[in-house]
T-cell receptor
Framework: NAGVTQTPKFQVLKTGQSMTLQCAQD?????MYWYRQDPGMGLRLIYY???????DKGEVPNGYNVSRLNKREFSLRLESAAPSQTSVYFC??????????FGPGTRLTVL | QKEVEQDPGPLSVPEGAIVSLNCTYS??????FMWYRQYSRKGPELLMY????GNKEDGRFTAQVDKSSKYISLFIRDSQPSDSATYLC??????????FGTGTSLTVIP
């Protein structure tokens, strides 16, 4: 039982490059989330998906797009990376309005 | 004003001390309250979950919720060096969004 998995673990991009962060969960959860974590800012919600086929913006959606590919997978895409997107990205999933489970994170640096 | 406020610390205590971590919140609709522990360069892991008001105990950890004061606490008894981490509070209403504190950094000195 892997829980929530994220790939890649680390990534370095140049300004303007694009990339997709992948997330998968095996807990049959309906809801999935993408957060970014920056020093002193805590966890900020980028996008979430309450169920397969739906996505909604969170607190900081600008510069990102998401796809809920199926119930298990939720990807986050940076179309044109900027240095301000340097951060640690966490995917999480939840079975309801309680205790989301987090993945191990992706450390992204944009030069 | 942020939905959830948490003192960032850092907090440094000697081994064996009782640690008290706290969060306040503004939204009276919050019903689910969680505490996460995050080790350096790792993802947050769920430590305690509480529904509505009251206390919940799990080993050395006790979570307390006071909805009338909009205040939640996590107590760690007999603190150990392995408890050194950042502790995040989180809460939600009946919807699909979670609201996190910024985290309190704790160091337990042997």
């Amino acid at each position: 039982n892997a829980g929530v998995t994220q790939t890649p673990k680390f990534q370095v991009l140049k300004t303007g490059q694009s990339m997709t962060l992948q997330c998968a969960q095996d807990m049959n959860h309906n809801s999935m989330y993408w957060y970014r974590q920056d020093p002193g800012m805590g966890l900020r919600l980028i996008y979430y998906s309450a169920s397969e086929g739906t996505t909604d913006k969170g607190e900081v959606p600008n510069g990102y797009n998401v796809s809920r590919l199926n119930k298990r997978e939720f990807s986050l895409r940076l179309e044109s990376a900027a240095p301000s997107q340097t951060s640690v990205y966490f995917c999480a999933s939840s079975g309801g309005a309680r205790d989301p489970f987090f993945g191990p994170g992706t450390r992204l640096t944009v030069l | 004003q942020k939905e959830v406020e948490q003192d960032p610390g850092p907090l440094s205590v000697p081994e064996g001390a009782i640690v008290s971590l706290n969060c306040t919140y503004s939204n009276s609709a919050f019903q689910y309250f969680m505490w996460y522990r995050q080790y350096s360069r790792k993802g947050p892991e769920l430590l305690m979950y509480t529904y509505s008001s009251g206390n919940k105990e799990d080993g050395r950890f006790t979570a307390q919720v006071d909805k009338s004061s909009k205040y939640i606490s996590l107590f760690i008894r007999d603190s150990q060096p392995s408890d050194s981490a950042t502790y995040l509070c989180a809460m939600s209403d009946v919807g699909n969004q979670f609201y996190f504190g910024t985290g309190t950094s704790l160091t337990v000195i042997p």
